[in-house]
């Protein structure tokens, strides 16, 4: 064991992050991920002055001590201004009678722009071998405090923090999603309202919402929980009043001790001293060391547990509480050669799991780029046709959590039990990135309910990346719209040209098949051609005659998109967008949605027959028998007739009943032609097989 003595003198020239030219800086110390030392704040400078005296037990010398440095705002997320770590092991070893210090220069680099100049730290550092009992040398620390008490010093045994294995409990993710009837503070009747939070001393807030009382934030942060027992989360809305300070609208808490953990729950809660509600989406992850599920005890490997919920989805409980559709376990087991986000070329990788406003968290690996969660998650599948989220980030407390890579898996094209190595992917999940993860799924569920709940409106996700202009997104959507229409053109000019016999022999044909249709119809004759329809493509599939082909247009979109992207940004960096631009923005943005919702309508239609998703598929053919046989034995004015009375009394019947149309709610779970390339899983590399990891274990 060492003892290592440090003297934080002073900074120069350090950035400035104030609006004002300067900054409110504070300097943090860390040994292997954990904070050990915080400084005071000096106040508007750039060139502080802090004399401040840490005194600290490192077991080796291994892992190198980093030099974080903050900007202090209050109320809000400190800016990061530079970063910077001190080998120990270059470090010079006194004797315990001699002390000799070593000044030392630290250089302050921000890893994503590297060739910014943000000044320096100056350190006073002496290290010396410490033996003896660990009580023997508390006392002498404690002594030492005594002796210096000008200086704040603060000590920590790393043995005791890697026994502990996290500073923090858990993690309590909260979605602020909606605000509903608020008090007016404004003379115009309405309010600019924003939200704070404070769990101990970390604080968030939220975006400013102008003119309104119904504000729709759908907004995420992240606490650490500290304490075994939870804690209470304050909450305080406030109308945000230009030029004045701002008006108190109300106040509430979460009391996390009674909720459970690993779980999303869903809070509606009444302001107090104020107006209306606030509506809320709280997760509790537990950490490593508390966490109520692990790969040692697995619910689905248990027979008995395992054979309560077979029984809980089987064919005979259909009526059954129709909105708990399944039941989904996915084990994040670990992953191997992730992106190195630090300057050290390691990375402190955690995973994110969710399904669709479920969001749960696994702990966090410390310097590590082949980490190990061993993590099991459960959770209730409400539809089938949801889109299972492993997103894989690098742990920053101070600044928001770097990408590393990310998975998007469907739940139909899940193999139960089978431990699978997934490629991860980019943001726009559109090619790969580095590493891979080791995950193994289970989803259990009855498929009339998943049948049923198909036909009615999706579930809203309420944190979703939000629509920005881009010239290269725009180009590809209108693409896509252009091919859906040239379908259309095509199948015109095709039979025009039976019209004017180019072809005599398909004129002919296409004349006599003309009135043998028109002579015979019947309009149970409609499914039933888009009934063979899918069979046709479905022995084309069975058969080895794949008749799905991938766009090649879609295909270079998607390669060139995020290199297209990134130039847009520089772009408008170097431009800049104007208060007349807003306008013309919104309306772009607009049009792209518009095409984008119109090509994907059509691609859903034409996967549909592709059997893009089986399942979907199969539910069709069932859905177009019950047509044919309906409209081939009851006449069409009773189908109308009944038609038409459903829909006069629904509102009656039915008054909060929400309007739908089931061939829509249908074809939203078919995925379009850009869903089918984000789900599609990529090929992992030999060497990541799990056999031949065991092989080499053995080998």
Request: proline letters at 4%; a neutral charge.
């Amino acid at each position: 064991m060492y003892q290592l003595d440090i003297t934080l003198r002073r900074g120069q020239s350090l950035a400035a992050r104030d609006r004002g030219g300067t900054s409110d800086p504070y300097v943090k110390f860390k040994i292997g991920g954990k904070e050990i030392f915080r400084s005071k704040i000096i106040y508007k400078n750039l060139n502080p002055v802090w004399e401040e005296k840490a005194c600290i037990l490192v077991d080796h010398l291994r892992e190198p001590l980093y030099v974080k440095v903050f900007d202090y705002d209050f109320g809000l997320q400190d800016d990061f201004m530079g970063s910077a770590f001190l080998d120990l092991t270059q470090l010079e070893l006194n004797s315990i009678l001699y002390y000799r210090p070593m000044d030392v220069t630290l250089t302050l680099k921000d890893p994503h722009y590297p060739d910014h100049d943000l000044g320096v730290i100056l350190l006073s550092v002496v290290l010396t071998p410490k033996e003896g009992e660990h009580k023997d040398v508390t006392m002498l620390m404690r002594k030492s405090w005594k002796r210096s008490s000008k200086f704040q010093t603060q000590s920590l045994r790393l043995s005791d923090v890697h026994r502990k294995s996290h500073l923090w409990r858990g993690i309590v993710s909260i979605t602020l999603i909606e605000g509903r009837d608020l008090k007016a503070m404004d003379s115009n009747g309405l309010s600019d309202p924003y939200v704070k939070f404070r769990l101990g001393h970390q604080k968030y807030k939220s975006k400013i919402m102008p003119k309104t009382l119904n504000p729709q934030w759908r907004e995420q942060f992240d606490f650490h929980l500290y304490e075994e027992r939870g804690g209470i989360i304050d909450i305080t809305a406030w109308d945000k009043d230009a030029g004045k300070r701002d008006d108190f609208i109300g106040r509430c808490q979460v009391d996390l001790s009674a909720l459970s953990r690993e779980q999303t729950h869903k809070l509606e809660l009444q302001l107090e001293e104020g107006e209306g509600h606030l509506v809320l989406l709280v997760t509790l992850t537990a950490s490593a060391t508390v966490s109520i599920s692990d790969l040692s005890v697995n619910s689905l490997e248990d027979q008995k547990e395992r054979e309560e919920i077979l029984k809980r989805y089987s064919p005979l409980r259909i009526f059954h509480n129709l909105k708990d559709v399944g039941f989904l376990q996915v084990k994040v087991i670990r992953a191997e050669g992730l992106m190195a986000a630090d300057v050290t070329g390691k990375s402190d990788p955690f995973c994110v799991v969710e399904l669709n406003n479920d969001r749960l968290l696994t702990h966090t690996v410390y310097k590590n780029l082949n980490p190990d969660w061993n993590k099991v998650f459960t959770f209730n599948i409400k539809d089938i046709h949801s889109v299972l989220e492993v997103t894989v980030y690098d742990e920053d407390r101070d600044r928001s959590a770097d990408f590393l890579g990310k998975v998007a898996i469907p739940l139909l094209s899940i193999q139960n039990g089978e431990q699978k190595a997934y490629v991860l992917k980019n943001k726009q999940l559109t090619g790969p990135t580095k590493g891979v993860i080791y995950l193994e799924i289970d989803v259990i569920f009855n498929a009339v309910k998943a049948s049923l709940r198909t036909l009615i409106p999706k579930e809203q996700k309420y944190i979703e990346e939000e629509n920005r202009l881009s010239k290269q997104l725009l180009l590809r959507n209108f693409i896509r719209t252009k091919r859906c229409v040239m379908v259309l053109v095509n199948a015109a000019y095709y039979v025009n040209s039976c019209f004017d016999w180019d072809s005599p022999p398909r004129s002919l044909a296409a004349f006599v098949l003309f009135l043998f249709v028109v002579w015979n119809f019947e309009l149970y004759m409609i499914p039933l051609v888009l009934l063979l329809l899918l069979t046709w493509n479905y022995f084309l599939i069975i058969s080895g005659k794949d008749n799905r082909q991938r766009d090649t247009v879609v295909e270079d979109m998607l390669e060139d998109e995020e290199e297209e992207d990134d130039k847009d940004d520089k772009d408008s960096e170097k431009k800049g967008f104007i208060n007349k631009i807003y306008a013309i923005q919104e309306v772009c943005i607009s049009v792209q949605n518009i095409l984008d919702e119109v090509a994907s309508f059509g691609e859903r239609i034409k996967n549909t027959f592709n059997w893009t998703v089986p399942f979907l598929s199969w539910l069709a053919i069932v859905a177009l028998c019950m047509f044919t046989v309906i409209l081939y034995f009851i006449p069409l004015r009773y189908i109308v007739l009944v038609w038409g009375i459903n829909k006069f009394t629904k509102k009656l019947r039915c008054p909060y009943a929400i309007d739908n149309n089931e061939l829509l709610d249908f074809l939203s779970r078919v995925p379009s032609d850009i869903q089918v390339v984000q789900y599609q899983e990529l090929k992992p590399d030999p060497s990541h097989s799990p056999c031949k990891r065991k092989k080499n274990n053995l080998g």
